[in-house]
C-alpha cells in the first residue's frame, strides 16, 4: 500500500508563488511516477506535471515556464513550484503515483493507482 500526503497550498495573490510538497511512504518500490493533478469547480482532474523516478518531467503546456516539479528521492517527497500563479490556477490539487507506461509516466488519471487527499491552491486578483 502507498499513502502520499499533500501539503503547501494556500491563497496567494495574481503573480506570487507557492511550493506544493508530496510525502510518499509505504511501498514505494511500486511505482515509478509521480504527478501533479488540479482539479477546478465543475472541471475534469487534469494533469498539470509529471516526473519519473529517473527524474525525467512533463508538463501541460500552460504551466511550462511557471511550474518546476522535482524530487528528493531519499526522502520520498515530490514537490511543485509554482511561479507566476495566474486565477485560472486556481484548484485542488492532487498528488499521484502510478507505474511508468512503458518507459514514460502515463498522462491520464485513470493510470494512477495511489493518490493523496489534495491541497487547495487559490490565486485572487
Avoid at 47 to 68: C, G, M, N, P, Q
Wanted: aromatic letters at 12%; a neutral charge.
Amino acid at each position: 500500500q502507498v499513502e502520499l500526503a499533500e501539503s503547501g497550498g494556500g491563497s496567494v495573490q495574481i503573480g506570487g508563488s507557492l511550493r506544493l510538497s508530496c510525502v510518499a511512504s509505504g511501498y514505494i518500490s511500486s511505482f515509478d511516477c509521480m504527478a501533479w493533478f488540479r482539479q477546478a469547480p465543475g472541471k475534469e482532474r487534469a494533469e498539470v506535471a509529471a516526473i519519473h523516478r529517473d527524474d525525467r518531467t512533463l508538463y501541460v503546456d500552460s504551466v511550462k515556464d511557471r511550474f518546476t516539479i522535482s524530487q528528493d528521492n531519499a526522502k520520498n517527497v515530490v514537490y511543485l513550484q509554482m511561479n507566476s500563479l495566474r486565477p485560472e490556477d486556481t484548484a485542488l490539487y492532487y498528488c499521484a503515483a502510478a507505474r511508468a507506461n512503458g518507459n514514460s509516466c502515463p498522462r491520464s488519471r485513470y493510470e494512477y493507482k495511489y493518490w493523496g487527499q489534495g491541497t487547495q491552491v487559490t490565486v485572487y486578483s
